[in-house]
């Protein structure tokens, strides 16, 4: 009977010693399974059918895979893409809510827009460049310019006349086209859309003239006779479009607009899910399927690790400023 009893109590004290242990490891484990646990949002702050919508659908799939997890586009438009970054500003810091834009978020709208409920720096933190697409200065096809000289030479005959379309106050096509008419002493009236399709559109339809727009949205229209392109917005000719002379080579040399398309998150991110997402977007990018895809649609593809978005940002907002100064564009 001793013997038994001292059996029992054995048994018991060993069953209650894995009690402890198994709730000591419960309380102790992580609190959070393995980034990501579900799906996560890409918010595109455009209008579906644009240059960075387009980037962003090439990219979703392949991330899907290599992430485990659906991610899925979200577009919300408006305010020269200051509503969907202020949302992504706003968002928790976990990484399951991500912006991907161009430079127009965060160094143009900067440098034009004082009341933006984002800051560049303190906001967000970079995942990664996906590359750059330099924008093209477009003409519906019976404009009566086939050459940015020509079309200097239309517009001083007829001061205030003809109308060049952006995809918003505070983008990058809106600089581009205030740059060029400074630069050109041209009088052309500003035409402000919400995004790069509704532009578009009203360029093939006659409704504008003119616009800039990337050459991811440019190169399928221009190869279908839709519209002409009369320069591009870099120091020389792109890669992509080497038959479309730079504007910097059409007498105005310092004439330079290329946009850069980059994934982020809100500020704060923990250092393991900023480098999963990282390491993710830069396997998508290498892929060479991914990456012809891209370059298909007229991205100069070019993987840079989230730390060079601080670099850049650091770098481009003084110089659009002092664009913007001499421009006399008054900000918002």
Not at 236 to 254: D, F
């Amino acid at each position: 009977m001793k013997k038994q009893s001292v059996l029992l109590r054995h048994i018991r004290q060993t069953a209650m010693s894995l009690v402890i242990v198994s709730f000591a490891a419960l309380f102790s484990a992580p609190s959070h399974a393995a980034f990501p646990e579900k799906s996560i949002t890409l918010i595109v702050p455009y209008p579906a059918g644009g240059a960075t919508d387009t980037i962003a659908r090439k990219l979703q799939e392949p991330l899907s895979k290599i992430l485990g997890q659906v991610v899925l586009i979200d577009n919300k438009p408006g305010a020269g893409t200051a509503i969907g970054a202020a949302l992504v500003a706003k968002s928790q810091a976990d990484g399951y809510t991500l912006l991907i834009s161009s430079n127009t978020t965060f160094t143009v709208n900067p440098a034009l827009k004082d009341n933006l409920q984002y800051d560049a720096i303190k906001s967000f933190e970079g995942i990664g460049v996906v590359g750059t697409s330099p924008l093209v200065l477009l003409a519906n096809p019976k404009l009566e310019a086939n050459t940015v000289k020509e079309l200097v030479a239309l517009a001083k005959k007829e001061p205030g006349k003809l109308s060049i379309g952006s995809f918003g106050n505070g983008t990058t096509s809106h600089l581009a086209a205030e740059m060029f008419k400074i630069m050109a002493g041209v009088d052309i009236v500003h035409v402000p859309y919400k995004g790069s399709a509704p532009a578009m559109t009203d360029l093939i339809g006659g409704q504008i003239p003119l616009t800039f727009d990337t050459n991811v949205a440019a190169m399928p229209v221009i190869a279908s006779g839709k519209v002409k392109a009369l320069g591009i917005a870099s120091k020389t000719p792109s890669a992509q479009m080497p038959t479309i002379p730079a504007i910097a080579q059409s007498g105005y040399p310092e004439f330079e607009m290329v946009p850069w398309v980059v994934i982020v998150a809100p500020r704060g991110l923990p250092a393991e899910v900023q480098v999963k997402l990282s390491l993710a977007l830069e396997t998508a990018i290498k892929d060479p399927a991914v990456r012809a895809e891209l370059i298909k649609v007229g991205l100069d593809v070019e993987f840079e690790p989230g730390s060079s978005y601080d670099t850049r940002v650091a770098k481009e907002l003084p110089l659009l400023k002092t664009y913007v100064k001499q421009a006399n564009i008054p900000s918002e």
